[in-house]
Each structure stands twice: as C-alpha cells, then as structure tokens.
C-alpha cells in the first residue's frame, strides 16, 4: 500500500485565523422591512431575465433570511419577485454549467437547494407572494413556503424535462405531499403549466387575487398571522416539518422543546444549580400523568 500511495505527511499544519467574514453588498435582490408590521420582504430583482436565479441571488437571498430570521421584530417573511411578469423562473440557463450554475468564482453549485432547507425550517411563516410565471426552481420555491398568495396571472409548472434538468427532492416530494402523486407526475413528466385557478384547485397553492390586490391581499394575511402566538407558529410549522422530515425534522421540534424548556422554572434549576456549584433540587417539579 506504502509502495503504491506513498506515506502522508506529517508536518504541522499552520492555521490562518479569519476575523472577519464577507459582507456582500445587494445585487441581485431587494430587502424590505415594513415600518412596524413584523413583515420582511425580499424581492428577486432580475424582471429582464423573468426573475431567474443564479448563485448570487441565491447567496442574498439565504443572507436576508437569515437577517429576517434573527430580527426579533420581524415575525412573518414575504418572497416574491420584482415586476408583474415573474416570481421566478427558476435556475439562470445562460450561466448553467457542467454540475450547477456558475457565479463570479467559477464554482458550479445547486445552492437553491441550501436555500430551500432554509426556507423549510424558518422558524417564522414564509409567504409566496406570486405575479406571473412561477416555474422549474422558481415553482419549487414557492412551494417551500409555507403560504402561497397567487394574481390571477400567476402561471405555475416545472419545465425542467424540457430544458434538462429536475429537482428528485423537495421539488419531487413535496409536490406529491401537496398535489398527489399522479398530479405530481403529470406536472413534471409533462412539463405542462398551469394557471393560478388549475393550481389553486390542485391544492398547489393558497388563494388567488387580482393582480391589483396582489400585496393588499398579502399584507392582510401576514397582519392575520402576526396576531397569533409566534411560539405556536414556529411550533406548528415544525411539527407540520416533523412528520415528514425523518430525523432532521424531529431535531427542529425538539429544539422548540428545549427552547420551551429553557423558560420554565426546572430547567432554570438545572442551570442555577449549576453556576451555583450545588447538587440540583427537581423535588418541587411535578411529575405529570
Ligand atoms: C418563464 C417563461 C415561460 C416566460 O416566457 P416569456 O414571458 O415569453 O419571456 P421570455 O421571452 O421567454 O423571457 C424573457 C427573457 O428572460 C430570459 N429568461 C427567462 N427565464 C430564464 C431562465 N430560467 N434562465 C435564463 N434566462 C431566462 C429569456 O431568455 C429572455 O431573455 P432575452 O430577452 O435576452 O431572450 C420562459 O422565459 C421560460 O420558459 N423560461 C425558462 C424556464 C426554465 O426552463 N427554467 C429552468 C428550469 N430548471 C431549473 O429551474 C433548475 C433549478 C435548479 O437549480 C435545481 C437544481 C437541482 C435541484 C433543484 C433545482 C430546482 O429546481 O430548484
């Protein structure tokens, strides 16, 4: 084996410590917050090539998310993209290269599929709020959301068998949790699309509105959702991931247990007791059936 492979090197690696990671300006996307509703909103802003992705606009995306997501203000997150002709369009073909789409660096990724694991376990409601063509990766995002607020010239549907490409994750099985199975293969082996009221009545989506009342329509339901508790929001949403996520999905309802558990009296104990250097009294705890 010696012979073949040789021996690995043993040197001592040096280690360059970073301090400070990348701070990317906005391109292609814009961030809204409204004044004093709770509602953030991030806009794909590429209306010249139908709101189509490439990795930047991916990036973005993921970093507003996670703005929105760490914003204790913020309690509901609209997408949507700029323009009444698309939400998205999917994945950029003109910078599609061999094993994914190609950004300034020169590396192919597939990185709308880290994006859509975000927007899955977003611990606050995410909204599609969709005008136009919602279609390939584009259609597969709004599915992700938790909400779909459609105009009535939102157009749906994956084009991926005609342009060689397909998503075999959530943009398979999650179409099936939402349309069936023999729906989800007529979507995808046909390549067919659909208009708002076909994609309403296959469960696709929520509600469709005039165009015109697109983001009125929006803003009322996300100031209906906000009335609510945002601890049996996140909760639900997680028990909703949890019984179809496996384990992954039991890790993000057990974090709301601990997170739950965090604020109440025993768990304090625990930690008090620690700092405190003395062996944990549990005996006032119930002990319930
Ligand atoms: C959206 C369509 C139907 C709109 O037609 P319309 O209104 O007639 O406009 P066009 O004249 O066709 O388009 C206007 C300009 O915009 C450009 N453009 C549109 N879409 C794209 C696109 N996706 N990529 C690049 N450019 C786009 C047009 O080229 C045109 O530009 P000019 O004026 O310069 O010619 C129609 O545009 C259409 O059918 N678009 C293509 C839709 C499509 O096939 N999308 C890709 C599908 N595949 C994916 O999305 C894969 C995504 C992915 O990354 C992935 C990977 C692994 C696992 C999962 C996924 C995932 O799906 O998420």
């Given at each position: 084996y010696q012979r073949i492979h040789g021996s690995?090197?043993?040197?001592?690696?040096?280690?360059?410590?970073?301090?400070?990671?990348?701070?990317?300006?906005?391109?292609?996307?814009?961030?809204?917050?409204?004044?004093?509703?709770g509602v953030a909103k991030i806009t794909i802003n590429r209306p010249e090539k139908r709101n189509a992705f490439r990795p930047e606009t991916i990036e973005e995306i993921m970093r507003c998310m996670t703005d929105a997501r760490d914003d204790p203000e913020i309690g509901v997150i609209v997408l949507t993209g700029a323009g009444t002709k698309a939400f998205c369009s999917g994945g950029d073909q003109g910078v599609r290269g061999e094993g994914?789409?190609?950004?300034?660096?020169?590396?192919?990724?597939?990185?709308?599929?880290?994006?859509?694991?975000?927007?899955?376990?977003?611990p606050k409601p995410v909204i599609a709020m969709v005008a136009g063509y919602a279609v390939g990766g584009g259609n597969i995002?709004?599915?992700?959301?938790?909400?779909?607020?459609?105009?009535?010239?939102?157009?749906?549907?994956?084009?991926?068998?005609?342009?060689?490409?397909?998503?075999?994750?959530?943009?398979?099985?999650?179409?099936a949790r939402l349309v069936g199975q023999?729906?989800?293969?007529?979507?995808?082996?046909?390549?067919?699309?659909?208009?708002?009221?076909?994609?309403?009545?296959?469960?696709?989506?929520?509600?469709?509105?005039?165009?015109?009342?697109?983001?009125?329509?929006?803003?009322?339901?996300?100031?209906?959702?906000?009335?609510?508790?945002?601890?049996?929001?996140?909760?639900?949403?997680?028990?909703?991931?949890?019984?179809?996520d496996g384990q992954a999905g039991l890790q993000e309802l057990g974090g709301n247990a601990?997170?739950?558990?965090?604020?109440?009296?025993?768990g304090n104990e625990g930690r008090q007791a620690y700092l405190e250097k003395r062996r944990p009294d549990f005996s006032k705890f119930s002990r319930f059936p």
């Open positions: 690995v090197p043993r040197h001592a690696v040096r280690w360059n410590s970073i301090s400070m990671v990348q701070q990317v300006r906005l391109q292609d996307i814009i961030y809204d917050k409204a004044d004093g509703e994914g789409y190609v950004g300034p660096d020169k590396v192919p990724r597939l990185n709308v599929l880290d994006l859509q694991v975000q927007i899955r376990r977003m995002l709004q599915m992700m959301c938790d909400i779909t607020i459609a105009a009535d010239n939102a157009v749906f549907g994956q084009t991926g068998p005609k342009v060689g490409s397909f998503d075999a994750g959530y943009g398979s099985t999650q179409m023999k729906k989800a293969r007529e979507i995808w082996f046909l390549a067919r699309l659909y208009t708002a009221q076909q994609a309403l009545d296959m469960g696709l989506i929520n509600t469709v509105v005039p165009l015109e009342k697109l983001q009125e329509e929006t803003i009322v339901w996300c100031r209906e959702i906000l009335r609510n508790s945002p601890t049996a929001l996140r909760v639900l949403k997680a028990a909703l991931n949890a019984a179809e601990t997170l739950l558990f965090y604020q109440t009296p025993e």
